[in-house]
């Protein structure tokens, strides 16, 4: 039993437990952020946050009033009522119900993976969990991007405001509709998720050591002292500094 809980305290083994618990917060926190602001909000920005799951939090509300102006709708989840009311012309999007699987599959990957019997099958599963982790998380990020370019191109021919241009908001970043100034962002359980990705490459990189990750500073140091020797000694050999063993 000691010799189990040990393995687990492995850097290639931590680290994965670690982000899998970040991916089961980050479904508990907002995950975008869009931030607006326009001479017609005298009280200053308005703030809208989307969660992994069909769920809207923060001014929701007083921005979907705004928005029948210019005829863009927050999407229709179809198959789960969300906590706003959806219009008939908004856009379908499904897809949305399955954040959570999305994100507690991700989690228990990586579970699966610290838990791995062997040292071959943790390198085969965290090789695995890395490539198909940011495969997913990709793929999210361009379907996500269609559905904005769907809304923003699929305005409400009916709405009292005329003339407004079909758009496309960004998924990251700025952009701007008449006189309303947009900027979405990462919101907290989005950079939760990032940094769960992170852990899992810093898993893969450490994949052929067995240090602890009480050893991590240790390394840290180690590898940064190699860098600066090799910059300091123009791209040659470096000094005596030397990483842990690694271990197959």
Known sequence: ??????????????????????????????????????????????????????????????????????????????????????????????????????????????????????????????????????????ATFALIQYRLHQAGHALDPDAPLRGIEPFTPPLLGGYQVANISGFAWFGPGGYLTVVAIALLAVAYLARDIDASVAELPALARSLSGRVRDRITNGGGRPSGRRLPRRRR
């Open 1 to 138: 039993m000691n010799t189990s809980i040990a393995r687990l305290t492995e850097i290639r083994r931590a680290l994965p437990l670690v982000a899998a618990a970040l991916l089961l917060v980050a479904l508990a926190v907002p995950v975008w952020r869009i931030t607006l602001t326009a001479p017609q909000y005298p009280s200053g920005p308005l703030v809208v946050d989307l969660y992994a799951y069909p769920r809207l939090g923060g001014d929701f509300a007083e921005v979907q009033g705004l928005n029948k102006y210019a005829g863009f709708y927050f999407p229709d989840p179809v198959f789960v009522d969300p906590n706003y009311a959806v219009h008939d012309r908004a856009v379908d999007v499904p897809e949305w119900v399955l954040g959570p699987i999305v994100y507690v599959g991700v989690a228990f990957t990586g579970v699966f993976v610290a838990l791995a019997p062997t040292v071959r099958k943790l390198k085969l599963g965290l090789t695995a969990q890395l490539v198909g982790t940011i495969g997913v998380f990709l």
